[in-house]
Every structure is written in structure tokens, then in C-alpha cells.
């Protein structure tokens, strides 16, 4: 079974400075999807960084970017010139992408972000 | 509609009582899904939906928990007895086929309290 850690249960950051958010994973499969997912507090999931296994070339979404390191099993999201509204809940997860394969994302604990003035 | 509707927004209820929470996807996604979301953790997976179907239904806990989609719209996720263990947020999220590289959208989900 697929697993997802995130090391860092709380993170903050200094308006308009950079932060970065681990993930780890485990599977055994070579083709998947990598996800990060941001939750304020009106618990609606919103979509903020999607990667897909194959590619080796990072994703990146205007201040959004990842670090992905497939042999690590890393997925890391940096957010470059953090605004208040960044402040949330940060979801990394998983999902196959092999054929046959779950369909379900597979979600780690969080990392709750705060923002500073 | 515009975006995933779920009602209630909030559910009290008493240990032993019978709730029903519905999920109105996004019109023309077949795919739906049912996550639960217990305090201090990431969502985990209960149901997966794919038409009027449940493709995958591996993440309910337990006989208690059902979950129904007869016209391949609307969800509704049924929980009998339920416990104080139950007590979580209940996310819904579709998407258009159900393929892996598909967003999902989430609803603002649920949150049940059992007492």
C-alpha cells in the first residue's frame, strides 16, 4: 500500500519570503500522480500543484513550484513570496496512475502554514 | 451547479442515530468520491463512484457505513448506529472521468459530531 509523510506539522513564514513544505512517499509502482492541496479553514480541498511521475521536469504554478526527486520519493512544495492568504492547511497526496490501478488519493497528515505581517 | 454542494454543512446527532449526508457534484462529472477527515489528520478514502456504481467501496470501515448514487448525480452516504468514533468531517470531490490525471473538486464537506 501507497503511504504519504509529512514531517513538518506546522511551518510559518515571513510575508513576501520563501517556505518549504516536505513530502515523502512510498510506493512500488512507476507511474503515479503527486499532488499538493491547500485547505483554509472553509474545509474546501483547492488543487495548488499536480505532478505527474514521468516527467522529470518539475511543475510549477505562478509562486507555486515543486521539488521532485523520484529515486528520494520526494515531493516538496515551495511557495516564493508568501502572502498572507497562502495561510492554510497543506495536504500532499498520491494517486496510481498505473492501469488497474486505485483510483483513490492517498493523503498525509498536513502542514499547517501561518503566514506573519 | 457551479461548484460540489454538500448538505448539512453541520450535523449533531446522538450516539445510536441513523444520518444521511448528501453530495451534489458538479454537473456532468461521473466520477465521485467520498473521503473522511478526522480531526488533526489528511483525508482518507471511503467510496469511489464511477456512474450509478461504486467502483471501489475498500475504504468503509465497517456494514454501518452505505453509500448510494442512483442517478449517477447526487450521492447521499448513510451511516447506521452511529458512534462517537464517527465524528469527523465528511468530504465529497468529483471529477469529469475519474482519470488519474483529472482534477478533483472538493466540496466544503460535512462535519458530523456524534455526542
Known amino acids: 500500500a501507497q503511504t504519504v509523510t509529512q514531517s513538518q506539522p506546522e511551518m510559518s513564514v515571513q510575508e513576501a519570503e520563501t517556505v518549504t513544505l516536505s513530502c515523502t512517499y512510498d510506493?512500488?509502482?512507476?507511474?503515479?500522480?503527486l499532488f499538493w492541496y491547500k485547505q483554509p479553514p472553509s474545509r474546501q480541498m483547492i488543487l495548488v500543484i499536480r505532478?505527474?511521475?514521468?516527467?522529470?521536469q518539475n511543475a510549477t504554478e505562478n509562486r507555486f513550484s515543486v521539488n521532485f526527486q523520484k529515486a528520494a520519493k520526494s515531493f516538496s512544495l515551495k511557495i516564493s513570496d508568501s502572502q498572507l492568504g497562502d495561510a492554510a492547511m497543506y495536504f500532499c497526496?498520491?494517486?496510481?496512475?498505473?492501469?488497474?490501478?486505485?483510483?483513490?488519493?492517498?493523503f498525509g497528515k498536513g502542514t499547517k502554514l501561518t503566514v506573519n505581517p | 451547479g457551479a461548484g460540489v454542494s454538500q448538505t448539512p454543512s453541520n450535523k449533531v446527532t446522538e450516539k445510536g442515530k441513523y444520518v444521511e449526508l448528501r453530495c451534489d457534484p458538479i454537473s456532468g462529472h461521473t466520477a465521485l468520491y467520498w473521503y473522511r477527515q478526522s480531526l488533526g489528520q489528511g483525508p482518507e478514502f471511503l467510496i469511489y463512484f464511477q456512474g450509478t456504481g461504486a467502483a471501489d467501496d475498500s475504504g468503509l470501515p465497517n456494514d454501518r457505513f452505505f453509500a448510494v448514487r442512483p442517478e449517477g448525480s447526487v450521492s447521499t452516504l448513510k451511516i447506521q448506529r452511529t458512534e462517537r468514533g464517527d465524528s469527523a468531517v465528511y468530504l465529497c470531490a468529483s471529477s469529469l472521468l475519474g482519470q488519474p490525471n483529472e482534477k478533483l473538486f472538493f466540496g466544503s464537506g460535512t462535519q458530523l459530531s456524534v455526542l
Open positions: 505532478q505527474e511521475a514521468y516527467k522529470q
Open positions: 510506493t512500488s509502482e512507476s507511474d503515479y500522480y
Open positions: 497526496a498520491y494517486r496510481s496512475g498505473t492501469e488497474g490501478g486505485s483510483e483513490k488519493l492517498v
